[in-house]
């Protein structure tokens, strides 16, 4: 099956890469060409004229990219191209209004909306997570494609639930992020060893993912991504916009994006989300302000 | 080693039933006799007079309390019976300062503050894990009867450091709990299907155990404990107090407060804490108060 991507970043690079590996990258596009280029010549793939161009020249065309109005600029400079029969998977995280707007830009083409988890480094081993929102049919005519770059398919509903899907998961994170690193931080007021609580409190009922790939490495100062602090903060934008069309506001959510702009503001935003621990040492250094990132 | 058990709640008593079937014990004691009186004809265990009573005829007490207050005033009633070489555990978790006071009022006897977390299965089964304070000779001394009740035995420091301990891990199940509560709210909003909520979120970074063995739970509107919405509020409590001295308020400890206290004025004290389910429901219902229990 032809498939183009469309997004060379971070997550992008990778996907494509494995979709070459497994014989079926037709064309790639990028809104900056120099990323284009550098793929074009690691991999001798073409680089499309235009997102329309890719369009008519794949089967199927999968999207990697930021925000919102990206993703529904690029479907109206797919639309020349688009065609029966294809396939638009968007692997982006969006809101779940703007999955189903670009669903219905996608005409006439099928469009799945596909955010995944796992970060660079399930990409690169084609081992993502992916959460689908679109009909059962299509994602089962393109499978043996989204098994090139995801470990694991979940269909979760019509056009708009694998978004939504997404938006669950990083309110969950959010929450264990605070979870863990203001209990370590407690632990480090209270001058514990760090590697056994770690050990003692991953092994019961807080247990979490979080705690033992990121407790080690937090504790020892150490915050290279993983998952960088301004895009799950772009995610959780995304998740109060969607609770407060419940008329509510999720406590997490609202305290997670104040932590998250005061660490931007203070120049890491590039760092993993576990940089949410100095915010909570700083509540027991009583010294106002971050120091600024030298 | 000449064992006695004081406090026979839910957690004393199976971990007298251990120590018994393991041959080691000698006496028991519970502040209401009823109790003691049960576990004694169940088992054929002798009741002891009086606190003193018991530890004049063991060489190791092993307590098993509520409060504060309850551990301070065992202590003194053990006092007449306490002599050198004996050692006194208090599983019971109380702050790190009564821990404190406790070992300097057990002297003679040595004293170790072990809380344990896994609940009142870990203690049926004897795999509690167990984060103790005080001295490595003493531990090391006692180990054979400590690994009849507990599956892990973690030293953490000199006197108090069982209890901080306990205090960090009761942090993060704290912020845990409202992590899943509040994903799991939203995405029974979102009208998502949950049980493959809870299979997605929980393969990634936002897994952990609380998900895993309370999500379906709490989604069918079961909240058997478990671990119990009182006690969890109490350990909290400490956990704020321990925070104070340090002049600093922990946000998800101050939060998870005020919603447990919300819960049990509504008669939920005796659910499992997954039952904070209920207030981030609640956020979504735009409804005013709980629905008293019936």
Redesign the interface.
Known sequence: MKTGVIGLGAMGAPMARNLHRAGCLERVWNRSPEKASCLSSELGVRIADSPADLAAACELVLLSLSADDDLLQVMQALQPGLHCGMVVVDTSTVS?ETAIRAAALAQPAEFLDAPV???TEGARLGTL?M?VGGEAAVIERIAPVLSVVAG?V?H??PHG?GQ??K???Q??????N???T???A??T?????LD??I???G?????????A?RGATMTQGQFDPG?RVALHHKDLAI?KQ??AQ???A????E?TLIHYRRLMEAGFADEDISALFREKRR??D?NGDHPKKS
Chains 1, 2 share one sequence.
């Not at 309110?171 to 264990?176: F, L, N, S």
């Not at 999720?250 to 959510?253: D, K, N, S």
């Open positions: 779940r988890s796992g970060g997570v959460m694991r979940e979760m509903g639930a939504a899907t938006a669950v998961n309110v969950m994170a959010a929450g264990i605070q979870a863990v203001e209990a370590l407690f632990a007021a209270l001058q514990l060893p056994k609580i050990e003692v409190a092994g019961g009922a807080a247990g979490n993912w979080f705690l790939h998952f998740c969607m609770a419940f008329d509510v999720l406590p997490l959510v305290m509540l027991f009583n």
